[in-house]
């Protein structure tokens, strides 16, 4: 009887051990590639009871199957393999052709399944990211072709236009020509015409002269000559029309012809070059999943207080985050959910002291301690280290944000004499290079930032408690927007942390409704998230290794009498991979498999 796929009505030709599921071809495509369950051991079906490996046979010996391999060789053999099969006594050695000395026989199972777990992650990394990455550059170069079609459509017409004006400008020259060829043709006519008649004209003048001559003695005649034919005069010649020589005009000639067949030249694209975007590999979900949550002991002071801010790891271990809040700084294991380092100097605010960053030696912590000094330090020791300290003491840093493109370091400054707000950055060494603090009209854009990051395309976006509103400016300095929450709402916003995702939006957390504000990157409002879910929002933060969302909760109080406090910390995904791309790609794909012969 034929197993069925777990998730659907298909029959089963995979088996997840992960999830201990089913799948078949379709499931096991989404599987692989969900980012929720690309690390599971997906595996063939028949793999799941141990089977044993199908014999083949020898291509040279097709009475025989391999059943041993050559390691020095690299190729299967079978018992018949004279070649590396080795001698029973050395004596006859010497009757034997020459052969290697160094073959090494195996039993092919052992060094196939040696093999297999050889290149068992190489394969995982193919199915679960390379194959659909080429699946998402392969859907951006449908986009692009498309494109290009619309543009060599308009180029074509364009040019089309301007072949249509040469066209019509050789035609003209070969009119004129055609023209001046007729003028030249009914010149020469012309010019015969008045030859004829000049040559009669001539003809009877001589005809006179004769007859005048024949008249010379004869008195009598000459007077009748004279009296029948009217003497011709100088005024009686005949008129003859000067006649100008037709020829072609200065600008026609071979060079203007050749330059109009060839003004239109045709330049190549050269190659292409096929990007990632992640636009199309990710995509926002209707509503965001529960991956995990635990609930933190923190000892505080009587007043209700919660999680402050939280920075996610940026190396591949992708489970540990560091969260602040009750005066604590500590680095939490969210696997075994165990405090792995506390950090006692921090600054006691309830703002955006600290951010991660990868360094030369792993990942480091960037903190603001007690004395507002800038600070790092690394987890594999637990010393730190002055990275900046501020001159001027009338300025105090507030949050700081790692910028991972760059590596540079945002600072957000408060001046509490003139309640003004600037935003320093600073270069991997802890130089200042740049600060926003005006807008073109000279006035000031903050008045005291809490919580700061940069956006992907290179924003830089503050959450300011005095202007109750997120602040954002471009990568250089200039004034983009104010977003003080959506237009219709009528609530004020109250923004607190805030972060962007790896599709250019920015979340808000907003005290005062405790929910998330998802806006694009020009500060249109999108949509809230985490408004039923998860009541009570504080602080949250975005994990760019594993595209979730880790979020702080109002805290509650363990007991009555004793400063001890308990919040929840909750994992949340939001977005997933594009699996609308996989439909037509997965068809094409199984397509070419079953039209490529095997070899």
């Known amino acids: 009887m034929l197993s069925m796929c777990s998730l659907c009505r298909g029959y089963t030709k995979y088996y997840c051990h992960t999830c201990n599921g089913n799948l078949c071809q379709h499931c096991k495509v989404v599987h692989v590639i969900d980012l929720d369950t690309k690390n599971h051991k997906v595996v063939f079906y028949r793999e799941k009871f141990n089977y044993v490996p199908e014999r083949e046979k020898c291509r040279i010996h097709r009475h025989c199957k391999y059943n041993k391999y050559c390691e020095p060789c690299k190729v299967p053999v079978c018992d018949s393999c004279s070649?590396?099969?080795?001698?029973?006594?050395?004596?006859?050695?010497?009757?034997?052709?020459?052969?290697?000395?160094?073959?090494?026989?195996?039993?092919?199972?052992?060094?196939?399944?040696?093999?297999?777990?050889?290149?068992?992650n190489r394969i995982h990394e193919v199915r679960s990211e390379t194959l659909y990455i080429r699946q998402v550059q392969?859907?951006?170069?449908?986009?692009?072709?498309?494109?290009?079609?619309?543009?060599?459509?308009?180029?074509?017409?364009?040019?089309?236009?301007?072949?249509?004006?040469?066209?019509?400008?050789?035609?003209?020259?070969?009119?004129?020509?055609?023209?001046?060829?007729?003028?030249?043709?009914?010149?020469?006519?012309?010019?015969?015409?008045?030859?004829?008649?000049?040559?009669?004209?001539?003809?009877?003048?001589?005809?006179?002269?004769?007859?005048?001559?024949?008249?010379?003695?004869?008195?009598?005649?000459?007077?009748?000559?004279?009296?029948?034919?009217?003497l011709l005069s100088t005024q009686a010649t005949p008129h003859i029309k000067r006649h100008s020589m037709p020829s072609l005009i200065q600008e026609i000639n071979i060079e203007n012809v050749i330059d109009i067949l060839t003004g239109i030249k045709i330049t190549g694209k050269g190659k292409r070059r096929l990007q990632v975007g992640d636009d199309l590999m990710l995509t926002m979900m209707s509503s965001p999943v529960l991956q995990k949550q635990f609930r933190l002991e923190f000892i505080g002071d009587k007043w209700p207080t919660y999680l402050h801010h939280i920075s996610s790891v940026t190396s591949k271990i992708s489970n540990r985050v560091w969260v602040s809040g009750f005066g604590n700084l500590i680095l939490l294991d969210t696997e075994t959910r165990n405090k792995l380092q506390n950090v006692p100097?921090?600054?006691?605010?309830?703002?955006?002291?600290?951010?991660?960053?990868?360094?030369?030696?792993?990942?480091?912590?960037?903190?603001?301690?007690?004395?507002?000094?800038?600070?790092?330090?690394?987890?594999?020791?637990?010393?730190?280290?002055?990275?900046?300290?501020?001159?001027?003491?009338?300025?105090?840093?507030?949050?700081?944000?790692?910028?991972?493109?760059?590596?540079?370091?945002?600072?957000?400054?408060?001046?509490?004499?003139?309640?003004?707000?600037?935003?320093?950055?600073?270069?991997y060494i802890g130089r200042h290079t740049q600060t926003i603090q005006r807008n073109k009209a000279l006035r000031f854009l903050y008045r005291h930032p809490i919580y700061l990051t940069e956006n992907n395309n290179g924003d830089v976006v503050v959450s300011d408690l005095g202007r109750e509103a997120i602040v954002v400016t471009s990568r250089e300095g200039r004034y983009r927007f104010t977003y003080t929450g959506p237009v219709l709402s009528g609530s004020e916003l109250m923004p607190r942390v805030i972060c962007t995702d790896v599709l250019s939006h920015i979340l808000v957390?907003?005290?005062?409704?405790?929910?998330?504000?998802?806006?694009?990157?020009?500060?249109?409002?999108?949509?809230?998230?985490?408004?039923?879910?998860?009541?009570?929002?504080?602080?949250?933060?975005?994990?760019?290794?594993?595209?979730?969302?880790?979020?702080?909760?109002?805290?509650?109080?363990?007991?009555?009498?004793?400063?001890?406090?308990?919040?929840?910390?909750?994992?949340?995904?939001?977005?997933?991979?594009?699996?609308?791309?996989?439909?037509?790609?997965?068809?094409?794909?199984?397509?070419?498999?079953?039209?490529?012969?095997?070899?």
């Open 83 to 120: 070649d590396h099969k080795p001698y029973a006594f050395s004596l006859f050695a010497c009757f034997y052709p020459k052969q290697r000395s160094d073959h090494k026989l195996c039993d092919i199972k052992t060094i196939y399944q040696t093999m297999r777990r050889l290149f068992v």
């Open 345 to 427: 100097d921090s600054l006691k605010q309830a703002y955006g002291i600290h951010t991660t960053v990868n360094g030369i030696i792993g990942d480091e912590l960037i903190y603001i301690d007690e004395n507002f000094k800038i600070k790092v330090i690394s987890h594999v020791s637990s010393t730190s280290d002055i990275l900046i300290n501020m001159t001027d003491l009338a300025w105090k840093p507030q949050c700081v944000y790692c910028v991972p493109s760059s590596g540079d370091l945002l600072v957000g400054m408060y001046r509490w004499d003139t309640h003004t707000g600037k935003i320093m950055r600073f270069n």
């Open 138 to 230: 392969l859907e951006r170069l449908k986009n692009d072709v498309n494109i290009d079609v619309q543009k060599c459509q308009i180029e074509i017409s364009r040019y089309h236009s301007k072949m249509i004006t040469k066209s019509q400008a050789l035609k003209d020259c070969m009119d004129t020509v055609r023209d001046n060829v007729i003028l030249r043709v009914r010149s020469n006519h012309s010019c015969l015409l008045q030859k004829n008649k000049l040559t009669q004209f001539i003809a009877r003048i001589q005809k006179y002269e004769h007859r005048f001559e024949k008249t010379a003695n004869r008195p009598v005649k000459f007077l009748r000559f004279i009296k029948t034919v009217q």
């Open 509 to 599: 957390c907003d005290e005062h409704t405790h929910t998330v504000h998802i806006l694009d990157k020009n500060g249109q409002f999108l949509k809230y998230l985490l408004t039923e879910q998860s009541p009570g929002i504080y602080c949250l933060s975005y994990d760019s290794l594993t595209h979730c969302l880790w979020v702080g909760l109002e805290s509650t109080s363990v007991a009555p009498d004793l400063p001890l406090w308990e919040c929840e910390l909750v994992e949340y995904r939001h977005m997933n991979r594009n699996f609308s791309l996989l439909n037509d790609t997965e068809e094409s794909i199984h397509t070419n498999l079953t039209e490529t012969p095997d070899t």
